[in-house]
């Protein structure tokens, strides 16, 4: 913050959308400029599963999640296709069903493949996918976890939400029209969130030093 007050930063380390909310707090850098990554991931997880259960190429398949990064996300299969065909056509509520719930998952599968550790593979596509948005001005539309002032009605939280990445950072939050029982999971994911972030304000609000 001191020798680059124009960075953008790009919140990596869990618990994602809490620590968002440290990196927002301690950098006292504006909303747009502070953004965690996790739905790339998520959503990569996700259509990946996808194309191997229809056999097809994840280059075709669309995703769409959101909410925290963790086993609250809501992965929407409503908004999620294969070439423009939306999944509910394509696979049966169960089986569409066990992948949402592998994806959510997912984090715990690949820790457990690896033995030690955690992921990274990913997480390092995900981040430079955003990296590049942002230095080309790509203004791509990704699922990043953003600053909500009232979007989706949750407020004061940083929440996975699909976003415009350009040069500014955060240039735009999108809300999608979401049924009651996504809405309802989407606030529960929140909640999830606060319940972190409530646990850390104590120390955010104490001077450097104290009760480390």
Not at 141 to 146: T, Y
Request: some cysteine; charged content about 20%.
């Amino acid at each position: 913050m001191k020798y680059s007050p124009n960075a953008i930063l790009i919140v990596v380390t869990n618990p994602l959308d809490a620590m968002c909310h440290v990196a927002y707090h301690t950098s006292g850098f504006p909303k747009h400029r502070v953004i965690g990554m996790a739905g790339i991931l998520d959503s990569a997880r996700f259509r990946t599963f996808v194309a191997q259960a229809l056999n097809v190429s994840v280059s075709d398949v669309v995703a769409f999640v959101l909410g925290g990064h963790g086993d609250t996300m809501v992965p929407l299969a409503r908004y999620s296709s294969v070439a423009g065909i939306p999944l509910t056509d394509l696979m049966d509520p169960d089986t569409l069903q066990a992948i949402v719930k592998r994806t959510r998952d997912g984090g715990a599968e690949i820790v457990k493949y690896l033995k030690s550790g955690s992921a990274y593979y990913a997480p390092a596509a995900a981040a430079a996918e955003m990296v590049e948005a942002i230095l080309l001005d790509r203004k791509r539309v990704l699922p990043c976890s953003a600053l909500l002032e009232g979007e989706y009605g949750i407020h004061d939280l940083f929440v996975g939400v699909p976003v415009k990445l350009g040069a500014r950072g955060i240039e735009k939050v999108y809300e999608a029209r979401l049924t009651p029982e996504e809405h309802a999971a989407l606030l529960k994911s929140a909640a999830a969130v606060k319940e972190l972030v409530d646990v850390m304000a104590p120390k955010l609000h104490q001077p450097a030093g104290v009760g480390a």
